[in-house]
């Protein structure tokens, strides 16, 4: 996510219109319509980097068509009315979340609300060969329903914080640090929720067993030298001479925590020092310092917070 968020509405009553805009969007070709009922099309979309959301209505008329999945990842829950998918004989469950595959698959819906999101298939690709420290990896979904009810709440979840709290603020989202946050977390839990050579290879690798306390001395050493840049586990496995996995590995051993963790906790300890030096009567405020720091779910810092340094951070603000 290395852009200003970009945000869009459309709406029409015209299917010649609408229509050419599902092309557009979705690549969505050959629509017919029932030649009954009307249309009636309304689509909200925001996006930043690689990473976009949006939100369709179309109601009217019941609609036939096929896209091409190709060229993007892209993820669908159902929130009224039907929505029909088959590609190769597979049928999409009717709600989701689900996975359009990468490849020509048709579609059917009536009254249809939905939401998507979708993502650069390079850009995923990249984070999983991070992930993976491997860099010839090559990722493939094998299938587009979640893995388990676990996983599909937590893909829920994390779609719903991201828009609900991060994309329609402004001033968390001027953060390229909360924007890149953003954009790897969506991408790991993507890679985590839906089948494919990703979560393969994962069960599959064998994990770093050998000590390594000078790589992990190296990757504090790292995390504390570039607590307000933009880094993740590949930066700091980078830094400590170590494969993601291995460092992991050696973080839980060491220190009983994990690298991102770590991480977590010397930004709170930043954070703390910096309410400490302000002033609330000049317009200081949590909510700021909490973003400046890269922390956008006010529940989730607050008690994060208060687990490590005993108070709120309110109360450390008008100490």
């Known amino acids: 996510m290395d852009s200003e968020v970009q945000r869009s509405f459309f709406a029409t009553r015209d299917p010649v219109e609408g229509i050419a805009v599902l092309d557009e969007v979705f690549a969505l070709r050959g629509v017919r319509r029932s030649p009954d009922g009307g249309f009636d099309m309304a689509l909200a979309s925001t996006g930043v980097g690689s990473v976009a959301y949006e939100r369709v209505r179309l109601r009217g008329s019941s609609c036939t068509g096929r896209t091409d999945g190709a060229g993007v990842l892209r993820v669908c829950h159902v929130t009224a009315g039907a929505l029909s998918a088959t590609s190769a004989g597979d049928r999409f469950p009717r709600t989701g979340p689900f996975l359009f595959p990468q490849r020509t698959f048709s579609t059917w819906w009536e009254d249809l609300e939905a939401t998507t999101v979708s993502l650069d298939p390079a850009a995923v690709e990249d984070h999983a060969r991070l992930l993976l420290g491997n860099e010839s990896f090559r990722l493939e979904f094998t299938g587009t329903h979640a893995v388990s009810p676990a996983m599909t709440q937590y893909w829920r979840g994390t779609v719903s914080h991201?828009?609900?709290?991060?994309?329609?603020?402004?001033r968390a989202m001027s953060s390229p640090l909360i924007r890149a946050e953003a954009a790897r977390s969506l991408a790991t839990v993507l890679l985590h929720t839906f089948p494919g050579t990703f979560l393969d290879r994962k069960e599959t690798s064998a994990g770093?067993?050998?000590?390594?306390?000078?790589g992990v001395r190296r990757a504090v050493a790292f995390i504390e030298e570039h607590v307000a840049a933009d880094i993740g586990p590949a930066d700091i496995a980078a830094a400590a001479r170590m494969s993601v996995r291995g460092l992991q590995a050696a973080f839980r051993?060491?220190?009983d925590t994990?690298?991102?963790?770590?991480l977590r906790a010397v930004r709170l300890d930043a954070v703390h020092r910096e309410l400490l030096a302000a002033d609330p009567t000049t317009g200081s405020t949590v909510e700021a310092v909490a973003a400046h720091w890269g922390f956008t779910h006010r529940g989730?810092?607050?008690?994060?917070?208060?687990?490590r340094h005993g108070q709120t951070p309110a109360t450390t603000l008008r100490s």
């Open 162 to 170: 991201l828009a609900r709290d991060l994309l329609p603020d402004d």
């Open 208 to 214: 770093q067993s050998r000590p390594a306390p000078a």
């Open 253 to 255: 051993r060491e220190l």
């Open 258 to 262: 994990t690298p991102m963790a770590y």
């Open 300 to 307: 989730r810092f607050a008690a994060a917070y208060r687990d």
